[in-house]
């Protein structure tokens, strides 16, 4: 919520032009409304040599939450999009930039009667951002601002000295320098990437954020070699904001009644994952891996328990042979995701006869899963914690019973060939365990003995000869068993 | 029913069948139906054709009004109420639909014929304006029809057949209803039920004898109620075929068929059955018996009654259970199952059929008492129990007293017969991690509740509560009950205060409560302890193997990741309970608390980061530079001198916000410095605590806490205040601000009494909270205290909290009833599942 913006001067050029280029007088304070609270202009320094000017907006945090009103019970604000114990009213945010443009909006189009030459003229700039929120820390502010100019100074602010183990916050102490730019360059640059840094979720952009991104952007944007994250990260708050509001508020209130952040609870579709548009090789090669298992056993109706977003299915849908094709899911944003991605509501009848989506549980025995030819759990098992293991067997294997049952999961064995991951971690944060071939092999076996099954094992991926293969599938097949008559067993 | 009628014939009709009306256009069908039948009981063809075509005589209509007929027929049936059809029915084919429906709904199919001369039908349709045009053949082709089918109707599968001829017979005749054989649900015991016998006569005296009956009679009237497979395999069938059948005529008995008498019935009456399975047995004893005791064998195996449903619904005996579905219905398909119940289809290594665990499907309200597979325990699943306890195997002989639910058995003699293969030890499908079913918590419920009559949770917040009770709960046999939220005082208006306990103790006078407790507010995790005596004990009354409890979050996450740690809390909090004494004064081997856990940066560290201390952080980097600035246009003599007070308060303000959450905040080291504050003891064997007055409890707790030598176990400060006494609410508040002053969360204001009703007899909140004003700051931000901000914040909605608060209250208090009262586990899980998905109801979450 405050900046300062300095520059040096000469008696030719004195600093306190500053104040000609702001449209603001260096030795009056000056107030603006804006729809999120009050800013303010003035000058704790001001003559030729040099001169600051300082923006203060003071940020209405009861106003802020309660712009909802209305839309919760009883008028009350929903939780998920506003919180009382906010940092918009200390850190640097959209809003600061808000209150920037439009404070500033004469300065940011480099206009100035007064002294129009001066508009045009690079000056000594020093723009100082005590509490500058900025998702990627500060090596992600020198990525952003180097290129465009700056001297940059980002210092990591720390949690809370009292407890050191917390680490860093998100903001840093940004001072930025340089003798190269314009003012209305350093304005727009400011505008674009507060926000851009700040990654926001829960603040409201109005529908032409893309013209005014263009008009901002202009003669910096194209050029600057993160463009790509700045523009996506600057146009998709919008997008989040409505997803939040049609999708995850049971259980961001869950959450909350459990002191948790919601991503801890509605993480079971990957954030990066969602928008997947060129699958790693290894999901394309378990894919394929698991429709030939499929079309080996003969399986016509199919169920894929723990779908996630659907791209299975979608594969199943395009061979004929698979007649009715269940995708079953515990989390509800999953299948919203699977939904869009097979287009369901627009699909044709032929089509849409063969492909249905469900909630279901893997802890909770479920009628509607039993009587199918096959049943695919493809990365599923360890997102369980072991203790609950057991219920899902007995749901698949025990109630569900298809005659083939399909396991993927990670060996953890291959973990040392990736080289991206970290010794000891797992591949995904919500991985509650990761097997290795034996264990896999020992649980897999247990399993089929305890309910008839025979099972086979097939690696997925390459297969390394010391380590085995990235992904590990273990084939079930119910056992002939010896067919028993109705008198037979009357008769016991 | 008028005069005429009685004069007429009588026709029985089952009080649970469907009813078909045969007989020609004109016939008088809907006539005869109007009289003998309540209006909402019959369905007619013409009526459907209406339905479907505007045109009750559209006769291109036809196959689409029979597919309601039917549609209607069926939800009827299904719900177990009689249906009577109302179409001519003269074709076999239409006959034919209507016999399998009634089959698919295990009900008797009953004809009705009205064989009315064609003369009479064709005068009545001709004095009908929209059927006047009905060509005379039509209603000759009718008749014709009928004529010829009369000969076949009980071959096609009707169970009773009315033929009534002419008009005088078909308006005189009477309907009364029969009550089905199988419903004796007048009859309230108390009963005996008795397991499998297969002639341990020997061991049927002694259990009759230790029941308390003395020649077959007992004193207090007691009935006598046998399972079934009183013969076969053991050393004296006919004496307990005689024991069994004089009890049953002198009515003090009640006896079901086993698949043993029924294959014994058959062999008696002349068919060719295998001597297997103990029969030869059977034959060769009652070679000894007179012809006459044979016959009344046969006479009396003949006799019974596939299962029957007592004591107003709530008990079904039958041989070898019965889904509920099956309950007091009347089929081939009911009899086969109540006598040998449900096969996979599937044969086990010993070449036996492997039996479908019906019980674990079971969600039926009428307990379920059977035998067939013996087990060497009977024990209870989903509110039914096999009471064969293998006594012809050497294992004993068991009966269920009812409804005192007791076992009582006795020993066999001797292996009379060597099993094929070893009894299982457990109760048929009560298996290890078997889990709940989807039904039991998916989609628009509605759980009834003891305290608070129905409680409804909507679709939406059930699919959440499914999403993290799948992903992230402990096992749901160590999650019998998750708390409720609860609501804060009534919005104060003191100033500079958003909450205040005055308006609390208010509160509690208007609802009639004298006295409460202020208890101190302990600001950490809520957390639920269950802990068992040792893993058998948690293996023997929750059924897993390993933990000795659990210890989970408010939304049923197990509070440590690592369960080493939770068995050490676990470990103290048994010392603490072994050392207090409280598993003997308790009477039970497991106790489940209610606690606090501390420090609040232990779970809630995610949340501090990303929130809290950000926020903290954020204040503190950027004030001194606004600060400063602000000094700076000062000196240089720029009017902001108010502004530049403002901001200094402001920064004040974040300044004690820091303050408020550092004091929840402390590191620990594996246990060192971890806290736990129980505050209520929720349940023991047997018995809800949760209506155990606030005193009691406490004092329960104090003896905890001094008992645990380790300082995990925090006591909690109290205070008992009288609401009508101002000086003593005045005391409560002192109390209170002193607590806050020095930085303590709050309290929370219960009645004393625990469960308490107003006058109008509505449940009262179970405690209402009042938070400090320096904590509240964590809720509504570090500026919340300035003037316009709480003026603003005032204006909160408490009603919908409050109404969440009683109902998850009342889901709570429901699940406890049900966990001590022995209830299956869906039960108690259906309640607990109920409290976490109106967890994620809209309601202000600051609230």
């Known amino acids: ?459 997925v991926g390459p297969d390394d000869p010391e380590v085995g293969p990235p992904t590990q599938m273990a084939v079930f097949s119910l056992s002939a068993a010896p067919h028993t008559t109705e008198k037979e067993a009357k008769a016991a | 029913m008028t005069e005429t009628q009685t004069k007429g014939r009588v026709l029985p009709v089952t009080d649970l069948s469907l009813v078909v009306l045969i007989g020609a256009s004109g016939s008088g069908k809907s006539t005869f139906a109007r009289r003998h039948f309540k209006p909402t009981e019959i369905i007619s063809s013409d009526f459907c054709r209406g339905l479907v075509s505007d045109d009750e005589n559209d006769q291109s209509a036809t196959r689409d009004a029979f597919d309601v007929l039917h549609y209607i027929a069926g939800k009827r049936l299904a719900a177990g109420r009689r249906t009577v059809v109302d179409a001519t029915s003269v074709q076999q084919e239409s006959r034919r639909q209507l016999i399998e429906l009634a089959r698919q709904h295990d009900v008797l199919p009953i004809a009705i014929v009205l064989d009315v001369p064609e003369e009479v039908c064709a005068e009545r349709n001709a004095a009908r304006t929209d059927r006047a045009d009905m060509p005379r053949r039509v209603i000759g082709r009718h008749i014709r029809e009928l004529r010829r089918s009369l000969r076949h109707l009980e071959r096609e599968g009707f169970r009773k057949v009315h033929v009534l001829r002419g008009v005088e017979d078909t308006e005189n005749a009477t309907v009364v209803t029969e009550k089905r054989f199988n419903d004796l649900t007048h009859l309230t015991g108390p009963f005996d039920i008795v397991g499998d016998i297969h002639g341990c006569a020997l061991e049927l005296e002694a259990l009759l004898g230790k029941l308390g009956y003395a020649d077959g009679v007992h004193p207090d009237g007691r009935t006598a109620v046998f399972v079934g497979d009183l013969v076969d395999r053991g050393p004296d069938s006919p004496g307990v075929l005689r024991r069994v059948m004089s009890m049953v005529k002198s009515g003090n008995a009640l006896c079901v068929p086993g698949n043993h008498e029924n294959k014994y019935g058959r062999h008696l009456r002349g068919r060719k059955v295998q001597h297997t399975h103990g029969l030869a047995e059977t034959i060769e004893q009652m070679e000894g018996e007179s012809e006459e005791f044979r016959a009344e064998v046969r006479e009396f195996l003949d006799g019974l009654v596939s299962h029957y449903v007592l004591d107003g619904g709530r008990l079904v005996v039958c041989h070898a259970g019965l889904p509920e579905k099956y309950h007091g219905r009347t089929s081939g398909r009911v009899r086969s199952h109540a006598l040998y119940g449900d096969t996979t289809g599937e044969t086990d290594e010993f070449g036996l059929p492997v039996r479908y665990p019906w019980a674990e499907d079971y969600r039926g309200r009428a307990a379920v008492v059977y035998g067939h597979t013996p087990v060497p325990e009977a024990t209870w699943l989903n509110n039914t129990i096999c009471l064969d306890t293998g006594a012809v195997f050497g294992g004993k002989l068991t009966a269920l007293r009812y409804p005192e639910r007791e076992l009582v058995d006795v020993p066999a003699e001797q292996v009379w017969y060597e099993p094929t293969k070893p009894l299982r030890s457990e109760a048929p499908g009560g298996h290890d991690g078997r889990p709940l079913d989807l039904a039991d918590v998916h989609g628009r419920r509605i759980v009834e509740t003891r305290h608070a009559g129905r409680v409804s949770v909507r679709e939406e917040n059930g699919a959440a509560a499914l999403e993290v009770m799948s992903r992230f709960a402990v096992d749901p046999r160590l999650l019998p009950y998750l708390p409720p939220t609860m609501a804060p005082t009534a919005t104060s208006h003191v100033e500079g205060y958003l909450e205040h306990p005055a308006e609390a103790f208010a509160q509690y006078q208007e609802d009639g409560v004298a006295r409460v407790v202020c208890e101190e507010k302990h600001m950490g995790s809520r957390a639920v302890a269950l802990v068992c005596r040792d893993a058998d004990a948690a293996r023997k009354r929750f059924g897993v193997d390993g933990p000795t409890g659990s210890l989970y979050t408010r939304t049923g996450r197990p509070f440590f990741d690592d369960e080493s740690v939770t068995e050490q809390i676990l470990d103290r909090l048994r010392s603490a309970i072994d050392e207090a004494g409280l598993w003997a004064e308790l009477d039970t081997d497991w106790v489940l608390l209610d606690a606090e856990l501390m420090p609040w940066s232990l779970k809630a560290a995610g949340l501090l980061r990303s929130q809290y201390a950000a926020v903290g952080a954020a204040s503190r980097a950027v004030f001194p530079g606004a600060l400063a600035a602000l000094e700076g246009a000062v000196a240089r003599g720029v009017d902001v001198s108010d502004l530049l007070a403002r901001q200094r308060e402001r920064a004040d303000a974040a300044s004690k916000f820091t303050d408020a959450y550092r004091r929840y905040c402390w590191t620990t080291d594996g246990l060192d410095g971890v806290r736990l504050a129980p505050f209520q003891i929720l349940a023991v064997q047997g018995r809800s605590l949760a209506g155990l007055p606030h005193d009691e409890q406490l004092a329960l707790l104090d003896r905890l806490v001094e008992h645990d030598p380790t300082g995990l176990l925090q006591t909690t400060r109290r205070l008992y205040v009288d609401t009508a006494d101002p000086e003593s609410v005045r005391a409560g508040v002192d109390w209170w601000l002193e607590m806050t002053g020095r930085g303590g969360e709050g309290m929370v204001v219960k009645p004393v009494g625990a469960v308490v009703r107003t006058e109008q007899g509505r449940l009262v909140q179970p405690g209402i909270k009042c938070r400090g004003r320096e904590y509240l700051r964590i809720i509504y931000g570090p500026e919340y205290t300035r003037p316009d901000n709480l003026s603003r914040l005032r204006g909160r909605f408490l009603n919908h909290k409050r109404s969440l608060a009683i109902r998850e209250y009342a889901l709570g208090l429901e699940a406890l009833d049900r966990l001590a009262e022995g209830e299956p586990l869906w039960r108690v899980h259906e309640a607990v599942f109920g409290v976490l998905a109106l967890e994620s109801e809209p309601v202000d979450p600051r609230l």
């Open chain 1, 1 to 459: 919520m405050f900046l300062t913006i300095s520059t040096t001067g000469t008696p030719e050029r004195p600093a306190t032009d500053l104040g000609f280029l702001l449209h603001k007088h260096p030795d009056k304070a000056q107030a603006f409304s804006t729809s999120y609270g009050k800013a303010h202009v003035l000058y704790p320094e001001a003559d030729a040599e040099r001169c600051t000017a300082a923006l203060l907006l003071e940020v209405d945090a009861v106003a802020l939450v309660r712009r909802g009103k209305g839309k919760g019970r009883g008028g009350a604000p929903d939780a998920a999009l506003a919180q009382y114990v906010n940092d918009r009213p200390y850190a640097a945010s959209s809003l600061l930039a808000v209150a920037l443009s439009g404070v500033f909006s004469s300065a940011m189009r480099g206009v100035c009667t007064a002294r129009p030459e001066a508009a045009v003229q690079t000056r000594p700039l020093r723009i100082e951002v005590p509490a500058l929120p900025a998702r990627g820390g500060a090596e992600l502010v020198r990525k952003l601002f180097e290129p465009l100019g700056w001297a940059v100074g980002a210092e990591p602010v720390a949690l809370d000295a009292e407890f050191p183990e917390w680490g860093d916050s998100r903001y840093v102490r940004l001072v930025l320098e340089s003798t190269g730019l314009t003012l209305a360059e350093a304005l727009r640059h400011l505008y674009v990437l507060l926000p851009v840094l700040d990654d926001a979720k829960h603040y409201w952009v109005s529908s032409d954020e893309v013209d005014k991104l263009l008009r901002a952007g202009e003669g910096w944007l194209s050029e600057h070699p993160e463009q790509k994250l700045i523009t996506s990260r600057y146009l998709s708050r919008r997008w989040s904001l409505t997803r939040q509001a049609m999708e995850r508020l049971e259980l961001v209130r869950l959450a909350e009644a459990d002191d948790s952040e919601v991503e801890e609870i509605d993480n079971a579709v990957a954030a990066e994952a969602e928008t997947e548009e060129k699958p790693t090789p290894l999901a394309v090669q378990r894919r394929d891996a698991i429709i030939t298992a499929l079309q080996a056993s003969g399986a016509t109706r199919v169920l894929d328990l723990g779908c996630g977003q659907g791209q299975l299915v979608q594969a199943l849908l395009k061979d004929a042979r698979f007649t009715e094709i269940v995708g079953t899911d515990v989390s509800m944003r999953a299948l919203t995701i699977a939904s869009r991605r097979l287009k369901l509501d627009r699909m044709g009848e032929r089509l849409a006869s063969r492909v249905r989506l469900f909630q279901s549980s893997l802890a909770y025995t479920d009628n509607r899963l039993k009587g199918y030819d096959a049943a695919v759990l493809s990365e599923v098992i360890e997102h369980l914690d072991l203790p609950r293991l057991p219920a899902l067997e007995y749901a698949v294997f025990g109630s569900a019973r298809p005659r083939t049952v399909l396991v993927t999961t990670p060996n953890v064995e291959y973990n040392v060939r990736w080289e991206s991951l970290p010794a000891g971690h797992v591949r995904h944060s919500d991985h509650r365990f990761e097997w290795t071939r034996a264990q896999f092999g020992a649980w897999a076996a247990a399993v089929a003995e305890r309910h008839g099954y025979d099972v086979e094992f097939v690696p």
